[in-house]
C-alpha cells in the first residue's frame, strides 16, 4: 500500500470548518483513500472513502485532488467531540480483506 | 448492531508471564484483524484470519505470540512469555470479506507489563 503524509498534529476552533490534508504522491490507480479516527481510549472509527471523485457522507467530506496525489477530509462545524487522531490510508480493495496499514496521523484539536 | 468486543479491557503482568485476549466480531463478519498499538502510534497488523484460515502473519512475531480463530468467529491472541515492550494496546477488528470496505474495532486490551 502507498505511503500517505500527514501533519502531526492541527486545531480547530469549534465551530468552523476542520480541513486534514493528506498526501499521498505514490497512490496507484486502483488505491482508494480512506478517513479513520481514534478518539481517545477507543478504536478507530471509519470515516469515508473515495477513490477520485469527491465524496460526502453525515460525518464528512473528503476531496480528492484530479491527480490523486493529495486529498483533504473536512469535518464542515467541527464540535469537542471531534478531538481525535485522523489518520489517512490508501489502499487496494482485495478479496482477502481490507487490510489497512496506519500511520502517524493527525492529531486534531478542537478548541472551544 | 453489537459491536466488535474484547477481553479484558485492562491487564497487568509481569515480564516472562502469558496472557490472552479474547475477540468476538460483529456477527457474519468473516475477516478478523489484530493490531498492536504502541503509545503515541498508529495501529499496526500483528495478523489477519478469513473465516477460520490466516491470510497475513507477516509481522506477528511468532516466536512469542500466537493467535487462532478455530470455529471462524471468536479469536484468541497470546504472548508468552510477555516482554516489557509488548505494552501496548491490542486491537481486535473485523468486516466482511468481500464488498465491505469499512472494518470495525473494538475499543481493545490495555496490557501493562511491569
Known amino acids: 500500500d502507498a505511503k500517505t503524509t500527514q501533519p502531526p498534529s492541527m486545531d480547530c476552533a469549534e465551530g468552523r470548518a476542520a480541513n486534514l490534508p493528506c498526501n499521498h504522491s505514490t497512490i496507484s490507480g486502483n488505491e482508494y483513500v480512506y478517513w479513520y479516527r481514534q478518539i481517545h481510549s477507543q478504536g478507530p472509527q471509519y470515516i469515508i472513502h473515495g477513490l477520485k471523485n469527491n465524496e460526502t457522507n453525515e460525518m464528512a467530506s473528503l476531496i480528492i485532488t484530479e491527480d490523486r496525489k493529495s486529498s483533504t477530509l473536512i469535518l464542515p462545524h467541527a464540535t469537542l467531540r471531534d478531538t481525535a487522531v485522523y489518520y489517512c490510508i490508501v489502499r487496494v480493495h482485495n478479496n482477502a480483506g481490507n487490510m489497512l496499514t496506519f500511520g502517524g496521523g493527525t492529531r486534531l484539536m478542537v478548541k472551544p | 448492531e453489537a459491536g466488535v468486543a474484547q477481553s479484558p479491557r485492562y491487564k497487568i503482568i509481569e515480564k516472562r508471564q502469558s496472557v490472552a485476549f479474547w475477540c468476538n466480531p460483529i456477527s457474519g463478519h468473516a475477516t478478523l484483524y489484530w493490531y498492536q498499538q504502541i503509545l503515541g502510534q498508529g495501529p499496526k497488523l500483528l495478523i489477519q484470519?478469513?473465516?477460520?484460515?490466516?491470510?497475513?502473519d507477516s509481522q506477528l512475531p511468532k516466536d512469542r505470540f500466537s493467535a487462532e480463530r478455530l470455529k471462524g468467529v471468536d479469536s484468541t491472541l497470546k504472548i508468552q512469555p510477555a516482554k516489557l515492550e509488548d505494552s501496548a494496546v491490542y486491537l481486535c477488528?473485523?468486516?466482511?470479506?468481500?464488498?465491505?470496505?469499512?472494518?470495525?474495532f473494538g475499543q481493545g486490551t490495555r496490557l501493562t507489563v511491569v
Open positions: 484470519f478469513q473465516n477460520n484460515g490466516v491470510v497475513d
Open positions: 477488528a473485523s468486516s466482511f470479506a468481500t464488498g465491505n470496505t469499512e472494518a470495525f
